[in-house]
């Protein structure tokens, strides 16, 4: 008999409603601090609601880990409902606190969690609670589904495109100098997740040679690993998200191409505007 395995992450995944109720997902929300007070992404304001809000912000938003004592309460829930244990997929440690909180908050709560850190966000994330969950059901064994979810962090890859650097100089990632001579001579940078660390891969002048850069990085890969699904993600760019599927389908016709938005927390860095690619290699 399956044990009864509750499956937890927080909205850096930015999971669709309808995988959450289809696969029962705990979704733990991250917090996006305006001058006014903290807001739960997903829960008290829509996406629209925070780039209207970011627009006009006079004072430049943080972003903050869901309350550990949120934690122990719903994993105390989950206990008094019967949930022998739960996966809980969290994105980067290195970005945000949730990972580590959620080791704390299962002491706490007298509850066994097996936290996984995705050294990652967003598109992986969604892979790895829907392949951990489709092998709990086939009956794999608790202890094999995580060390799967933990190999597949070391095969996922997240690379994007700033509109700009404007906004992560006013989330104190680069400073004023660079974001001015950056945007006066239209250079674009590439970031990508390095071992869970958020790196400048590239700087580059112009949209294209970015784009090109991160496709790069992408067909080097397809030529060493299978590379079912790709993602494009972006930040309140659908325009441009959809633009590049389009191109990335002209050169690689058989692909399945998505296109996602990136949760809030990401925007408040990144910047609205923001496109990339993500995928997993098997």
Known sequence: MNKKVAWITDTAA????????KHNIHVLPL????????????IDMTHD????????????????????????????DLKAQGYECAIAVHTSSELSGTYNS????????NFKVYSIDSKIGSYPMV?????????VEAGHDVAEVVKHIENMTLNSELSFIPSSLTQLHKSGRVSGTKAFLSNLLNIKVVISFDNGKVVMKAKVRADKRAKNYVMDLL???????????VAVINCNNIKD???WREEILQEFPKLKVIVIPLSACVGVHAGEGTTGLSWVKY
């Open 14 to 21: 930015l999971l669709e409603q309808s995988f959450i109720e």
């Open 31 to 42: 917090n996006i601090v305006f001058e006014e007070g903290a807001f739960k992404e997903t």
């Open 49 to 76: 609601e925070f780039y209207d809000k970011l627009r006009t912000a006079k004072v430049h938003p943080k972003t903050s880990q869901p309350p550990i004592g949120e934690m122990v309460q719903l994993y105390k």
């Open 102 to 109: 959620s080791q704390t908050a299962s002491k706490m709560a």
């Open 127 to 135: 892979k790895m609670l829907e392949v951990g969950k489709s092998m």
């Open 219 to 229: 067909r080097n890969d397809m030529k060493k690993a299978e590379i079912p699904e």
């Open 241 to 243: 998200a959809k633009t």
